[in-house]
């Protein structure tokens, strides 16, 4: 190979690298204005009155305590119901389907799934879980059609992190006698964990944070006590949120409680994906391949 044809080669792969640099540079500080922005305008909002108490004065003075927990609630009701079916859908088709055109087909159709606008899964939960089971508009409607909403995250990630579990440990746990689930449940499952707590933490971002399918299936525009079952209406942050933007009487008057709640919001979701991420990182130092 010439020297001019190597210094191309080396001019094109050092232009294709600054690209990547400046788009992550883009990205990094698109991102990083938009939190700025929003803790400049919402700093202001934050105090213990605002995060315990529940809203006053048609919404324009109070707190968002109602809306917290609600959104609590929504996004562990969500995780409850994706993260067991999300995971046993992964084990039988990483696990025990065979693979052919059927098997590519329920692949096309999960990713397909996890394109689908969070709208249509706020009609088809409302058309089911309100209607059909006559769940009413409740925490148990909400968590089940976020459940919906962030399963095919989920099965996505736990199938490719059960792929990434050598084949070796299989057939070492096959050739010491156990079963196929034994070997699944006691060598596969414990190696694939951590990854499947990253589609775990993928749900959790999106169920707190949708607003649509909450609007159809739990969200209330306002209430000051606490559910006391799963069936009982729920304020939520994201709906929050929008009704002080959009529906309330005193929009202009409530603009600083609007970008105060969305600091809690992205707050929560970033505490919540904390957690996570470090009980990943602690099972991943325990992985020995």
């Given at each position: 190979?010439?020297?001019?044809?190597l210094g191309?080669?080396r001019?094109?792969?050092?232009?294709?690298?600054?690209?990547?640099?400046?788009?992550?540079?883009?990205?990094?500080?698109?991102?990083?204005g938009?939190?700025l922005?929003v803790l400049?305008?919402?700093?202001?909002?934050?105090?213990?009155?605002?995060?315990?108490?529940?809203?006053?004065?048609?919404?324009?003075?109070g707190g968002i305590?109602?809306?917290?927990?609600?959104?609590?609630y929504?996004?562990?009701?969500?995780?409850?119901v994706?993260?067991?079916?999300?995971?046993?859908?992964?084990?039988?088709?990483?696990?025990?389907?065979?693979e052919?055109?059927?098997?590519?087909?329920?692949?096309?159709?999960?990713?397909?799934?996890a394109g689908?606008?969070?709208?249509?899964?706020g009609?088809?939960?409302?058309?089911?879980?309100v209607?059909?089971?006559q769940?009413?508009?409740?925490?148990?409607?909400?968590s089940?059609t976020?459940?919906?909403?962030?399963?095919?995250?989920?099965?996505?990630?736990?199938?490719?992190?059960l792929r990434?579990?050598?084949?070796t440990?299989?057939?070492a746990?096959?050739?010491?006698?156990?079963?196929?689930?034994?070997?699944?449940r006691k060598?596969?499952?414990?190696?694939?964990l951590?990854?499947?707590?990253?589609g775990?933490i993928?749900?959790?971002?999106?169920?707190?944070g949708?607003?649509?399918?909450?609007?159809f299936?739990a969200?209330?525009?306002?209430?000051?006590?606490?559910?006391?079952s799963?069936?009982?209406?729920?304020?939520a942050?994201?709906?929050?949120?929008?009704?002080?933007?959009?529906a309330g009487?005193?929009?202009e008057?409530?603009?600083?409680?609007?970008?105060?709640t969305?600091?809690?919001?992205i707050t929560?979701?970033l505490?919540?994906?904390?957690v996570?991420?470090?009980?990943?990182?602690?099972?991943?130092?325990?992985?020995?391949?």
């Amino acid at each position: 190979m010439s020297s001019t044809s190597l210094g191309m080669r080396r001019l094109r792969q050092n232009l294709v690298f600054t690209l990547f640099r400046l788009t992550m540079l883009i990205v990094l500080g698109t991102l990083g204005g938009i939190l700025l922005y929003v803790l400049i305008h919402g700093a202001g909002a934050l105090s213990w009155e605002f995060l315990t108490e529940p809203p006053k004065n048609s919404m324009t003075e109070g707190g968002i305590f109602p809306a917290i927990m609600g959104t609590l609630y929504l996004t562990m009701g969500a995780i409850l119901v994706a993260l067991p079916l999300g995971v046993a859908a992964a084990i039988y088709l990483s696990e025990y389907a065979t693979e052919g055109k059927a098997l590519k087909i329920v692949r096309l159709g999960i990713q397909n799934l996890a394109g689908v606008p969070s709208v249509v899964f706020g009609l088809f939960g409302l058309a089911l879980f309100v209607g059909y089971f006559q769940l009413g508009i409740s925490i148990a409607a909400g968590s089940l059609t976020l459940g919906l909403l962030i399963l095919p995250t989920i099965i996505g990630a736990s199938e490719e992190a059960l792929r990434q579990v050598p084949g070796t440990f299989r057939e070492a746990s096959l050739g010491l006698g156990a079963t196929r689930w034994q070997t699944i449940r006691k060598v596969v499952l414990p190696a694939a964990l951590p990854g499947i707590l990253t589609g775990s933490i993928l749900g959790i971002g999106r169920a707190a944070g949708e607003t649509a399918p909450i609007m159809f299936t739990a969200a209330t525009f306002y209430t000051i006590g606490l559910p006391r079952s799963p069936l009982d209406e729920v304020m939520a942050l994201p709906y929050h949120i929008y009704v002080l933007a959009t529906a309330g009487t005193h929009i202009e008057a409530t603009r600083p409680l609007q970008y105060g709640t969305v600091l809690v919001l992205i707050t929560l979701v970033l505490g919540l994906s904390l957690v996570a991420i470090i009980i990943r990182t602690k099972m991943r130092k325990t992985k020995k391949w």
